[in-house]
């Protein structure tokens, strides 16, 4: 490891670890009276903003050595962590969504590292619908060509290297996966459920794929806010279809097998999600039921974070295995959020 990256990986624990435990200038954090009693409507103090993004990165994390059928495991009890373990598409495409977030505000985040601003104005800074479209194309495609090896679908691929990328009617669950910042950084649900919908149809624009990302954005958002587990679980199956009160970790492990869909990946996750009853026990669960594990495990785990936060020796496991170049990126996004 070079000193720069030294550098950058002890900048980043501090300002995780800070964030993990709260420590803010002049932000409270959701407390345990704010879940119980917090208005989700516009009440930013109210909402948590901590590790923001780890979450999703930590799930790919933990979930990628057990990807794919023959690396299935069925259980629960493996390490969190071991050799393999390593950052996949859906930690790019979650960092790449993340700047294209920041880039959407009116005065503009995110983009190349040294042409960043780093102060967030609250008076001036909105986002706009269309920058973020544009910046979502403009980012996912530069960090996925600067990561060609992690793992994409074929069709995301030739997206990547098309001369006129068009969004292909994908209801795949790339869009649920790289969708976690969306739920960070907008004050209302409304807004959540807007831009996630734009995260998702510049490639996923079948149906299934927008309501995949809308979803999962929508349960960070209300886990956020405070919102119970139950409470999260009842607006995203009333809202969204998901029959995931009919379902149970211990029903769908035995018949399950890689599947690439929203519709075949989200509900599975939010079940996971439903189950565990620590970020540790979702990461846990969400693997145990096999399939796209590193998906599967990411978006739980993205849902996870948003209620539980993430025990810091799992954020410092994380870290350790993330490139400089998405580190940087993350960093500048919890700031960004944490200044909001
Ligand atoms: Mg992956």
Same mark, same amino acid.
Request: charged content about 40%.
């Given at each position: 490891m070079t000193e720069r990256e030294k550098r950058i990986r002890e900048v980043f624990r501090n300002a995780a670890s800070n964030m993990l435990w709260g420590d803010f200038d002049d932000e409270p954090l959701a407390t345990e009276n704010a879940k119980e &009693?917090?208005?989700?409507? &516009?009440n930013r103090s109210n909402l948590k903003k901590d590790t923001c993004l780890l979450g999703a990165i930590a799930g790919d994390t933990i979930g990628s050595p057990y990807e794919f059928d023959s690396n299935n495991y069925k259980g629960t009890d493996f390490p969190l962590f071991n050799k393999v373990s390593e950052y996949t598409d859906d930690s790019v495409m979650t960092v790449a969504v993340a700047n294209a977030v920041m880039m959407g505000f009116a005065e503009g985040f995110g983009g190349e590292p040294d042409a960043a #601003?780093? #102060?967030?104005d609250a008076a001036k800074d909105k986002p706009d619908e269309q920058k973020t479209e544009e910046a979502m194309v403009f980012s996912m495609r530069s960090l996925g060509r600067r990561f060609p090896y992690a793992g994409y679908g074929g069709r995301f691929c030739r997206w990547l290297e098309s001369d006129n990328p068009q969004p292909y009617n994908s209801w795949g669950n790339g869009s649920a996966m790289r969708v976690s910042a969306v739920g960070w950084a907008y004050d209302t649900l409304e807004e959540v459920e807007k831009y996630a919908e734009i995260s998702a149809r510049v490639t996923h624009n079948h149906p299934e794929g927008i309501k995949g990302a809308k979803a999962v954005a929508a349960a960070i958002f209300l886990g956020r806010a405070g919102k119970s587990k139950q409470e999260i679980l009842d607006y995203v199956e009333r809202t969204y279809g998901y029959a995931i009160s009919q379902m149970t970790c211990d029903k769908i492990r035995p018949g399950y097998h890689m599947n690439e869909s929203c519709q075949g990946t989200v509900p599975q996750a939010f079940c996971a999600f439903r189950e565990g009853n620590s970020f540790e026990e979702v990461a846990r669960l969400a693997v145990s039921l096999g399939g796209d594990s590193d998906t599967l495990c990411c978006i739980a785990c993205a849902m996870a974070e948003a209620v539980y936060g993430i025990p810091e020796d799992i954020q410092q496991e994380t870290i350790n295995r993330l490139p400089e170049e998405l580190l940087v990126i993350l960093n500048r996004f919890q700031k960004f959020v944490a200044e909001k």
């Open positions: &009693n917090s208005p989700v409507e &516009n #601003k780093d #102060k967030f």
